[in-house]
């Protein structure tokens, strides 16, 4: 009880959270992309592999046209 004569103290309200502050995604979601992008740095690291010993296995379409070996 505050003294007579008083206001209680009050701290002030904490600011409304932001969306874009807050990481909530889905665990789950967040571990796709992540196969999925080691999926794909495996691939460029086998292509890389292969073209150092002298195996082609670039693109196939480079810039919408489709290129034969």
């Not at 571990?31 to 740095?41: D, G, L, P, S, Y």
Request: glycine residues 8%.
């Amino acid at each position: 009880v505050p003294a007579p004569g008083r206001e209680a103290a009050r701290r002030p309200a904490p600011p409304p959270l932001r969306g874009e502050d807050n990481a909530l995604v889905r665990p789950y979601l967040l571990a796709h992309e992540r196969k999925e992008e080691a999926r794909r740095q495996r691939a460029r690291r086998r292509a890389l592999w292969l073209a150092v010993h002298g195996i082609d296995v670039g693109p196939r379409v480079i810039h919408g046209v489709e290129v034969t070996a």
